[in-house]
């Protein structure tokens, strides 16, 4: 009957407006704890979300069952390790995305372009399209670095703040790949200050004695990303460096479109 159908659909839309509610205010709450370093109190949670505990605590109750989160023997919540397994799923999809770009880098610029994403305190690159030169860099897909020592890690760190710099250069420490590798907290929030000045990154013969990198960063990704290219230092030269950089900031603004164009996509 049209009267009881018409109720029934009405009675189940303050239901699935609650559901949304929940899932968003759970996605919230993750993000919150990623940004305190993944770790976080409800106490914490509850002034930085300004949701009332009750609500906290039971939101979190179910991401614990679900493997989301963990509580701690101190009765503080940490991301879980489910997450992991989402996270490094994501990377490859987005690095999948990159790859059409990457390529269109390797046309221009004739050298190996490279996408990276800054996971935790390390560099993680997720997706590469080497060069046509016989002479060329190569970096495995999946492979982790320092950030202080690589282009994109600079690319990546330049706008974050210098007090949380330093503290992840503590946790890292900073040794030497190369002797032009820096490794001061001093010498690189320098260096970060020329990414901003200038708007790129370079890794001079710091990750490797004959190569050269130029990173850019991609503006508004859904995930902190970066992108660059490496070639040997005699064609990665100053005079190529002043071609490519515009075509590598071309390039991340059109990867920044077209992630954004996704993620509008796949939204109902």
Known sequence: ??????????????????????????????????????????????ASSGLPLPTIHRLMRTLVACGYVRQQPNRRYALGPRLIRLGESAARLLGTWARPYLARLVEETGETANMALLDGDEIVYVAQVPSKHSMRMFTEVGRRVLPHSTGVGKALLAHTPDDEVRALLSRTGMPAATEKTITTADGFLAALAAVRDTGYAVDDNEQEIGVRCLAVSVPDSPTAAAISISGPAGRVTEAATERIVPILQEVARELSTALANTTGNGQA
């Open 1 to 46: 009957m049209p009267t009881s159908s018409a109720s029934t659909t009405d009675a189940a839309k303050p239901a699935a407006s609650g559901g949304v509610q929940s899932l968003e205010r759970a996605f919230d709450l993750l993000e919150r704890m990623a940004d305190a370093g993944g770790e976080v109190g409800l106490s914490e949670l509850s």
